[in-house]
Each structure stands twice: as C-alpha cells, then as structure tokens.
C-alpha cells in the first residue's frame, strides 16, 4: 500500500465570519507570517552555512502553535519538541533571541549550548525544546502535578507529535495524568509522518482520540490547518483543564510542507499529496476568511508580511553582531558551581 | 547509638518530609505496601497519599514526572524500586534529568533526589543483582553517591536535596539489615568527599557502597598477617573525589580497587586511570583490583558468591600485590 493513499485530505476550509475581535485574529495572522518567513530564512541560512546541525521547519504547521497558544496564562507552562519555532515565537520567546540560539551565538535564549532542537526561556515558562520523542511528556506531568502540589491554577501544555504515540513514555503519561487528575493539556501535532513512516505503516489504531480516550480524558480531533477550529479547541481543553477535570487530549490534524529535517530526501510520500495540503494553508485559509468577512485589505495584509520580513531581518542582524562564548567557558552549566 | 541502615535512611527521609513542605515521594509501593525494602513503612499514614505517592510501574513516567515536578519548584525524592528497574527510565535520567541546565544555557535546573536499591548477594539471580552505578556516574550533570555506613545512610539525603541539580542514591540492598553505630558525623554529611574509614600504611584499599564492609573485613584479616590496610569509602561517585584517593596512596604507595561492577568498562578501571595519571610515580607496585567476575549474576548460592568480591579475594589480591600471594 502506497503510503500517500492512507491519507485523506480534509475540504478546504469554507470562509465566513469570525468569532472575537478582528484585533485577535490579525494578532494571530502576524504570528503565522512572522513563523513563516523566520523559518524560509532559516532555510536560507542553513544554505549559507549559517544555522547547521538539525534544523526541523514547521512551515504548514503554523495554525496550530499561533491558535493553541493564546488559550493559554502567561503564568501556564509549555513544553515542546525539537520542532519548536513556532511554538516559542508563539509564546513570545524573541525572535531575536531564538536566531542567536541557531547561529549558537552567546546571545541565543540559551547561549548557544542549545540550538534549533533545545528553545527554552525562563521568562515564558518555555520548558524546550525537547528532542527525543515522548521525552517531554512525563516533564509536562510533573510540571503539572507541582502545580497542583502548590494549588497553583495553572496548566501545563505538552506539544508532541503524533510519532510520539507509538513510545511507551505517551502511554504512561496519559494515565499517569489521568490517575492524579493533573492539569496538564496534551496537544498532538498529528503531521501524518514521523519521519518518512506514515501513522497507517507504524500503528494498527490510527485513531489517536480512540488511544488517548482509554485513559478516561477527554478528547477532542480538531482540523489543524484552521487556526479558528485550532484556537476554540484549544481554549475548551484548557478551561476544563483549568477549571479541575484533569487532563485534555487535542489531535491537530495537520501537515507539513517541508522534509522532517535538512537532511531529509522527502521520499515517502507524493508531491500531489503535499500539493493537495497547500490548497489548504493556515496562512491562506485565515487571510481568505478574513477578506471575505471585510476585515483585512490585500494591502494591509502586504504590509504584515512586510513587518515579518523586518523582524526576521532584525533578528538575522542580531545574530550576526552576536559574539562566541569562549571556549575557557566549555564546561558552564553543567552543575551549580557549589556543591553541598 | 545503634541502629540499622535501613532505619537510618528511613529518619532521613523522615527529616526531609518533615522540614520541607515542598519534599513528596513517588514510587512503587512506597505507600500501602510500606516500601519493598520496608524503608516508607507508615509514611502514607502519617505524611497521607498527596506526599506518598504510590505510583503506577511506569518508571519513564515517573522519573520525568519527578523532574517536572523539580522544574516546577517541588523537591522530589523519588524512588526506583532497584538499579535493575531503572534501566526503564534511563532516557529521562540521562537525556533530561541531567542535560535541562546545559541545553537551557543555565536557566533551568532539575533539583530531583533518585533512590534506588543496588547490587548482588541475594540469590535474586541475573535480572535482580545488576551493579550498574557507574552507568550514571559516566553521566555530565548527575551526582552520583553511595552511602555505605549509617552516618551516611541518615546524612546524605539532605545535602541530596540541598543540591540544585540531580542526584542520583544508591543504596545496597544488602546493606538495609546492616547494623552500625550512629555518629554526630552524619549531620555534616556531603555529597562531594570521600572518607577514609580506617587508616594504615601498607596498602590502601578504595570501595564504596556494598563492597566497603568487604574492604573492611579484609583490612581485619590483613592485620591479623601484619599488614596494615587503609580503607577509603569513596561515598560520591560522581564527582570524584580525587583528592582524598591521592592523598593516601601517597602515604601508602600501593592501591587496591574493590567494585561489584564488571570489570570492563568499570568504575573501578576510572579510579585507576585518575591514580596512574596523578600519582604514577608514588606507587610502588601496579594498582589492582577486585570486581565482578564477567558473568551474568548465577542464582546458584555457591556459583554468586564466587562472582562477586569478597574479601578472601581482596586479601589475596593485597598479599599479590605485596609479593605474598
């Protein structure tokens, strides 16, 4: 079975009026674009020699960081993967900083010790960044479960992909989560690939609700190219995550244009298939449903795209002006400098 | 005052639950079932189920769930029934655990206590005797130690959880029924020395954890053929405390290791290396040492005793060393 036939592309999203302020979803359309063109020139910098290692896009995926992350505190945390631009410039972490970080420049959100695959920042409560599969999960329930040690109202929400579902650590967070009752928000990236293997060739349950749904949690499909759909789902799982009930499952059924990594041929999976999934762009299905509800010009959207490119541009002059840390500093960070 | 190694780690964790609010254990069986070592036993009555968590046998889950839980201002001691089990939730060990404060360049860092049994002796058989200490002690990022005497045993779970980064607590199983007397010593206990246990000038002889009664014995059996053995109990196996280690082979000039690891890749070949690259030329014959023969763990009575260190193989491997053997 050719893999691309297991997968069905869902309609094309159909415009019509918004929920909320026109403010709110232009707030959410600048997110997208800023992901976007910082990613595009990611690539381009990955060309030039700029950024190296593993450098993971989320260009496609777009709708779902820009519209799961407003539902959430500023005191909430959130732990991501190692394909997590979007989410940390979502959460507000600088682009700025973020560049750096690629460029593993001393100014980096993380000094350059990180890069592409380990994006944190105190200030955000940005937990990373993590990039073995599954391995953010069990953090996200004990962040949780020290939020509720604490009676602390917050939530906890974990970004993982759908790749992360096949690892033993989903299977016992899910039920660790649900056990304690733990305000934690599980929300799967379900980009229909982990890697080159589709979900149909690694699991004989494809339904990821019906997995999650097991462990007595509510559970919730949502289209992850509609950053509407995206943003109202989002907000229902965290308010009852919130208001006490527990965890919350989200698949964001969702795609991504780009290969896994830089180094991926894109081999296993069709071009009219991809094709297919840019029809349906986050970028485009936003912009188009908000023409079509007379709240956003052809030029005022020009001007949003223009303002990106300025602030990826920042950021690209940022990281060039940025310094080394020295080598005599190698061995910072790896232990508090005093012992007891 | 007397007391067992299992009642001195349980007063510690009694102190520790006691005089910090932010302090819980989770584990398997901590709580209903008392502990499989009875180490918690009546913890969940007094310190109830929020503080005693009882855990599903998820050992990923739970170590990560423990340094989430440190990442968000809790101190949590958490407990791997054994070394054996903790092969599990090595992944959040060592790719989470002891990493979060290089890769978030010094913004985080994970206070998390692991406990865990260790060790052979049992007739507990291949899957149930493993000795794997220096696995973590191999590990950036990770305190390892190993409390072998009652002093440490009830001292060095606080300064455990006094330390901002994770520790990693061995403890032999055979060790919980050991009785020893209690000193004021175990109030300054720390995670960053080592310790001679008994001082002489012949030969020194360097074990921690369970082997360091062995090395003991053997030091006594020594005396009674006129050779005066110097015992040190390394304590923290990671860091290293290189310091005490050369100061005595200094004065004794010939060392002996005893590690209930395997021999390659041991801990015990570490100490080695450091003492041929710091005192080479204090020494007056080639260091030596005593571990686990290259064999899974056999049940057999006879056929595990002969596996592991003992300390007619350490006098033996002494009087070697001395031209004796």
Not at chain 2, 119 to 133: D, K, M, N, T
Not at chain 2, 161 to 174: C, G, K, Q, R, Y
């Amino acid at each position: 079975m050719n893999a691309s036939q297991v997968v069905e592309v869902p309609p094309p999203l159909v415009a019509g009026t918004l929920p909320g302020s026109r403010d709110f979803w232009l707030a959410r359309l600048r997110d997208m674009v800023l992901m976007r063109r910082f990613e595009e020139r990611c690539a381009d910098l990955y060309g030039q020699l700029k950024i190296r290692g593993f450098l993971h896009l989320y260009i496609g995926e777009e709708a779902v960081a820009a519209g799961a992350m407003p539902a959430l505190a500023p005191d909430d945390a959130v732990v991501a993967t190692y394909r997590e631009h979007g989410q940390a410039l979502a959460r507000g972490v600088s682009a700025k900083a973020i560049m750096a970080e690629m460029y593993g420049k001393r100014e980096g959100c993380c000094r350059g010790r990180g890069g592409s695959m380990h994006l944190f920042d105190a200030a955000t409560r940005f937990y990373g960044g993590n990039a073995i599969v599954g391995g953010g999960l069990p953090l996200g329930v004990g962040l949780a479960l020290a939020d509720k040690l604490q009676s602390r109202p917050h939530v906890t929400a974990v970004f993982f992909g759908e790749g992360a579902v096949a690892e033993g650590v989903f299977h016992e967070s899910l039920n660790l989560a649900a056990l304690w009752r733990l305000p934690v928000a599980f929300f799967c990236e379900n980009n229909l690939y982990a890697m080159g293997t589709a979900l149909a060739r690694s699991e004989s349950q494809t339904d990821l609700c019906a997995k999650a749904g097991t462990f007595r949690i509510p559970t919730a499909k949502v289209d992850g190219m509609d950053v509407v759909a995206v943003y109202q789902a989002a907000c229902a799982a965290v308010a009852s995550v919130r208001a006490g009930n527990g965890p919350y499952f989200v698949e964001f059924q969702t795609y991504r244009y780009r290969a896994h990594s830089m180094f991926d041929p894109d081999l296993y999976r069709d071009k009219g298939e991809v094709d297919a999934w840019k029809k349906r762009g986050p970028i485009h299905a936003l912009t188009n449903r908000m023409k079509g509800a007379a709240q956003l010009t052809e030029e005022e959207f020009a001007a949003i795209d223009a303002s990106a490119i300025g602030q990826v541009e920042d950021a690209v002059a940022f990281a060039e002006a940025g310094t080394w840390e020295p080598v005599e500093d190698l061995t910072r960070e790896v232990c508090a400098e005093a012992r007891p | 005052m007397k007391t067992t190694y299992r009642e001195a780690v349980r007063a510690g964790l009694h102190d520790a639950l006691v005089n910090d609010p932010s302090v819980f254990m989770m584990g398997e069986d901590i709580g209903k079932y008392g502990g499989s070592y009875a180490v918690t036993k009546g913890f969940l009555d007094e310190f109830g189920p929020e503080r005693i968590r009882d855990t599903p046998l998820s050992e990923l889950a739970f170590v990560g769930a423990g340094i989430g839980a440190a990442l968000g201002g809790m101190r949590p001691i958490v407990e791997v029934m054994t070394v054996n089990f903790s092969l599990l939730a090595l992944d959040q060990i060592v790719n989470t655990a002891a990493l979060y404060r290089h890769m978030s360049g010094g913004q985080f860092h994970v206070p998390l206590v692991v406990r865990m049994a260790t060790g052979a002796g049992r007739q507990l058989a291949a899957q149930h005797s493993h000795s794997l200490e220096n696995w973590y002690a191999h590990v950036p990022g990770l305190t390892v130690v190993a409390p072998a005497i009652v002093d440490d045993a009830r001292g060095m779970l606080a300064a455990a959880l006094a330390s901002p980064d994770p520790v990693i607590i061995f403890e032999h199983a055979l060790l919980y029924n050991f009785e020893g007397e209690l000193t004021d010593a175990w109030k300054s206990a720390d995670v960053r020395t080592a310790k001679v246990l008994r001082n002489g000038g012949d030969v020194t002889l360097i074990a921690w954890g369970g082997t360091v009664w062995k090395a003991l014995q053997a030091a006594s059996d020594l005396a009674a053929a006129g050779v005066d053995a110097e015992v040190i109990d390394l304590r923290v196996l990671r860091p290293l405390d290189d310091a005490t280690v050369m100061t005595s082979i200094r004065h004794t000039r010939r060392a002996v290791l005893v590690d209930e690891g395997w021999r390659s890749g041991s801990l015990a070949a570490e100490v080695m290396a450091r003492i041929l690259e710091q005192a080479f030329y204090d020494l007056d014959a080639p260091v030596a040492r005593v571990c686990t023969e290259e064999v899974p763990i056999p049940y057999a009575k006879h056929m595990e005793e002969a596996a592991l260190p003992q300390p007619a193989k350490i006098v033996a491997a002494v009087q070697r060393m001395l031209g004796k053997g």
